[in-house]
């Protein structure tokens, strides 16, 4: 067998060097990296997914409400339920979620009662229902814009 030549050794170091460049990496901060976050882990958890749900994100402008979140792993699936609240138009979630959740592979079940909204994927459904916000949740957001305060439930389909 022969030693590889100084050009293939050469090039072969390039693309090693080169290897998250060309993976579409170069420039993307690692979460560790950001200052804002990196002190508190289960902050930057939170302020990207809903509590309990960890691949459901949070839309821009939604807060955890003070109602603690519940989550029961069962044999049969999760069940989890958390309240987000923010002020903003209850039609913007919609939007945003019909949007956002057919990319992490959730599909639109058809339109609930009361303006809510049903996703679906692999086993699961994951409702968003529209609750009169608490006193709490009003204090905890802008007072001059309306306070829409959403209930994510994911239960085993």
């Known amino acids: 067998m022969t030693a ?3 050009t293939a ?5 390039a693309l090693l060097l080169a290897g998250p460049a060309l993976a579409g990496l170069a420039g993307v901060p690692l ?3 950001s200052s804002a976050w990196a002190a508190d882990p289960a902050r930057a958890d939170s302020a990207r997914y809903v509590e309990g749900m960890g691949d459901v994100p ?3 402008g939604l807060a955890p409400a003070e109602e603690a979140p519940l989550v029961f792993d069962k044999p049969a699936g999760r069940i989890a339920q958390s309240v987000m609240a923010g002020a903003m138009d209850r039609n913007a979630v919609l939007s945003f979620y019909n949007q956002t959740m057919p990319q992490l592979g959730w599909s639109r079940a058809p339109q609930r009662a009361g303006g809510s909204a049903s996703f679906l994927r692999e086993g699961e459904e994951l409702r968003l229902e529209f ?7 009003v204090r905890a957001t802008s007072a001059r814009a309306a306070t829409t305060v959403v ?6 389909r």
């Open 58 to 60: 949070v839309m821009p």
């Open 131 to 137: 609750v009169e916000p608490a006193a709490a949740a």
């Open 31 to 33: 979460p560790a990296t």
């Open 4 to 6: 590889p030549s100084a």
């Open 9 to 13: 050794r050469a090039t072969l170091a």
């Open 151 to 156: 209930r994510f439930s994911l239960i085993p």
